[in-house]
């Protein structure tokens, strides 16, 4: 018998161990992929999510698949929780958890700034449903507490925020949550498991896109929610098997694989980061730069209490950054032109405040006026990968000497 592995080791092997066996049958070291959708099964097992268990047998691979298992058992330890559930986006997995977590008549407090499609989704869908949906700046945790009702069951962080980099404190907010009886769910896809694992600050849930830090090479969309035993079996159940939005195999390959590396690569976006966004904080033609590394991001010290690493997201700003954006875009050749972030590549995007306050974000004066303390009338989101920061710096400094 092979012993027990030690639950406690360092990130850098549980990113490469955890969840992972040699195949029984061949030996093989690496993972294998499992794409069969049936699997063989002794007579009489039943076939309904209502007897879907820990010990269910694999039958059917929206239920449960070797290769997805691994995954979301390497997710689980990353964040030191009991279970994770993989979905086939960052956004099914959002959806999976609001389903989950509520129900017609009840009451959502979630950040004023999220994430365009999760803040679209609650503008519009939640409503429908007849779940009540108060938006706040959780960057006072004060506003949380103000916003709570008797019916609220969800409150709902995303530090830091996508796209403007505001930080939420997340053991205030937890706090105040648990004190009414709500739960307490972080989008952490920014930060990533290496930057902060908000189960250990009291969070309830964890949702990641996988697509971004976690995949890291821009080939492989996926998502997770990440909690407790119980309530991972419970999504399991209701949502996932019968929601349908699972993960295929292929991307939950592709996915561990990258997994296996976050640990280094973070170091590198981090170091990346740094050295770039210290460039543009220097260079005349930019007037704002946001980094939660650096000392002048409005919330530096909570970032400096908070975050393990703080990654590779930097947002800038330069005079009339929308006519701006092309001229840029034309004059990049290391740093894509793109939406998305995480990846090994470095990826660039205009997002102008206009836009977003038009499309995704109602937001009240007093919101609006934290949004644009961050944002300005528009912000480069920039997402620093993997490659020599003198290169990334070097293309920054020509496309910008075009405007
Ligand atoms: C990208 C992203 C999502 C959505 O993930 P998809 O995999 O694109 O569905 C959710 N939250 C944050 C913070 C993201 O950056």
């Known amino acids: 018998m092979t012993p027990e592995p030690s639950p406690v080791r360092g990130i850098r092997t ?3 161990h ?30 309904s999510a209502e007897d879907f268990g820990d010990n ?26 009991g279970g994770s559930v993989a979905f086939a986006s960052g956004m099914a997995a959002v959806t999976a958890l609001l ?27 939640l409503p429908r449903l007849g779940i009540g949906v108060t938006k706040v700046d959780m960057s006072d945790p004060a506003n949380v507490k103000a916003a709570l009702r008797p019916n609220t069951k969800l409150v709902y962080a995303e ?34 498991p290496i930057g902060i694992q908000p189960t250990q600050l009291g969070a309830d849930f964890v949702l990641h896109s996988l697509t971004k830090y976690i995949n890291g090479h821009g080939d492989a969309i996926g998502g997770a929610v990440i909690g407790s035993a119980q309530d991972m079996a419970a999504i399991k159940k209701e949502i996932a098997i019968r929601t349908g939005g699972i993960l295929s195999p292929f991307n939950a390959w592709l996915i561990q694989r ?39 991001h409005p919330q530096y010290a909570l970032a400096q209490k908070q975050l393990k ?39 660039v995007f205009y997002l102008p405040t206009r836009d977003m306050l038009r499309t995704s974000f109602k937001l009240t004066p007093a919101q609006e006026q934290s949004f644009r303390a961050f944002a300005g009338d528009g912000i480069f ?5 993997l490659e020599d920061p003198a290169d990334l710096i070097a293309d920054l400094a020509h496309a910008l000497d075009g405007i």
């Open 18 to 47: 955890a969840g992972e066996s040699p195949d029984p049958v061949t030996g093989a070291s690496a993972p294998s992929i499992v794409m069969s959708t049936a699997f063989v099964a002794d007579a009489g097992v039943s076939f």
């Open 14 to 16: 549980t990113a490469i």
């Open 56 to 81: 269910t047998p694999y039958l059917y691979t929206r239920w449960k698949n070797p290769t997805v298992d691994q995954l979301e058992k390497k997710l689980a330890a990353l964040e030191g929780a």
């Open 258 to 296: 990258g997994a296996a590396t976050l640990p280094l690569r973070m170091r590198a976006h981090e170091e990346g980061a740094h050295a770039v966004a210290q460039f543009l904080e220097e260079h005349p033609k930019v007037t704002r730069v946001i980094y939660p590394g650096l000392p002048s």
């Open 159 to 192: 530090s830091p925020a996508n796209p403007i980099l505001r930080l939420t404190d997340l053991e205030a907010v937890g706090r105040i949550a648990h004190e009414k009886g709500a739960r307490f769910a972080v989008d952490a896809t920014f930060a990533s």
């Open 381 to 385: 989101r920039l997402s620093v990968g």
């Open 99 to 125: 389903l989950y977590t509520l129900r017609a008549g009840d009451h959502l407090v979630i950040s004023d700034i999220s994430y365009a499609a999760t803040a679209e989704m609650t503008n519009e869908l």
């Open 309 to 347: 690493n703080t990654s590779g997201m930097i947002t800038f700003q330069v005079k009339d950054g929308l006519a701006a954006a092309p001229v840029i875009a034309k004059r990049l050749s290391v740093i894509h032109y793109a939406v998305s972030l995480g990846h090994q590549r470095s990826l």
